[in-house]
């Protein structure tokens, strides 16, 4: 068994200020003693991990420490909050606690009698912890995103696919048709081209094999090479054939799901980036219904960019 108690506590955040911080930030509270020691070790692992499906190595949160004692004033707005409270008569115990000092913040508040005993829980508890941050993250996006959301492409997909999804401003159709639709949003860094796409598409379910990964890599290039199309002739979007997909099983609001994170690149063209997939039945249709979101962003980071069309996916809703 995984040690992970909580307590959570909302506190009326009329009069808050809002949090501070940029998406995929976290601050860890933490004497130096312990930093340096066995807890700081657990620390890293938890936040200097590999995000996957990623072209270029970037980890799942930008990590940064203060000591208790400077821990105040600004700092204390945080969007995201690691607090370490490390003391020989302490009681070992996890808190979840929101909207302590602002607004949409996440504080996971960990007590301990020691630095071997604080970096066992964080052992015991990395990806939850981690899990935590993410899907607070995705929230704030789905909020921020919904207070935007374009309702007469919303109405057009509930009412020919019976799907409802949360869909941004600055976001276009690009295609639709009976079996699948897709939707774009480009801009410009400078002089840089950033494409962020979200696209769903059904298929008839046949068996449990719909969840395998050749299903998905099948499925999606057979999408892509009708939808998505390249700027040369014959040129469309394909899964990278030599980066095997990662998979995990989530709930997707209350729905079995496979998670598939991997990379594209786009056949006869020199285009490429990252995907998350979610594959999930309707049963009542007797159909398989595809999530996709990619992004292409050849000169930054593209973490946050992903973890937005994450959070558009993750609104779903089959009718």
Not at 70 to 94: C, E, V
Not at 242 to 251: A, C, D, R, T, Y
């Amino acid at each position: 068994m995984v040690f992970f108690s909580c307590e959570n506590i909302k506190k009326d955040n009329e009069l808050l200020p809002s949090s501070s911080g940029k998406y995929g930030e976290v601050l860890v509270v933490v004497d130096s003693t312990y930093e340096n020691g066995k807890t700081g070790e657990a620390i890293d692992k938890i936040f200097f991990q590999a995000m996957p499906g990623l072209p270029q190595q970037e980890y799942q949160f930008r990590a940064s420490t203060v000591p208790s004692n400077a821990f105040k004033s600004i700092l204390q707005r945080s969007r995201n909050i690691l607090k370490l409270n490390i003391k020989k008569t302490n009681k070992t115990n996890i808190k979840i606690v929101k909207d302590v000092w602002a607004k949409d913040q996440l504080m996971i508040q960990i007590s301990a009698a020691s630095d071997e005993d604080a970096a066992r829980i964080l052992k015991k508890n990395t990806e939850t912890i981690r899990n935590y941050f993410n899907e607070e993250e995705v929230a704030r996006l789905q909020g921020y995103f919904s207070k935007n959301n374009q309702t007469a492409l919303v109405d057009s997909l509930k009412a020919n696919k019976h799907i409802e999804i949360t869909i941004p401003k600055g976001f276009v159709k690009m295609q639709e048709k009976e079996n699948g639709v897709w939707y774009k949003m480009e801009k410009r860094v400078g002089q840089h081209q950033i494409i962020q796409g979200v696209s769903i598409y059904t298929t008839p379910y046949t068996s449990d094999s719909v969840f395998k990964s050749a299903y998905l890599i099948k499925n999606r290039d057979s999408f892509c090479s009708d939808f998505i199309q390249g700027s040369r002739d014959s040129s469309y979007m394909q899964v990278y054939s030599e980066f095997v997909p990662l998979e995990k099983e989530i709930n997707l609001n209350g729905v079995y799901s496979i998670e598939y994170r991997g990379l594209w690149n786009m056949k006869n063209d020199f285009m490429g980036g990252p995907f998350i997939h979610y594959t999930l039945v309707d049963e009542k249709r007797n159909r398989v219904v595809n999530l996709d979101g990619f992004v292409y962003a050849p000169k930054f980071n593209k973490r946050e960019y992903l973890r937005e069309v994450e959070a558009i996916l993750k609104s779903v809703k089959v009718l």
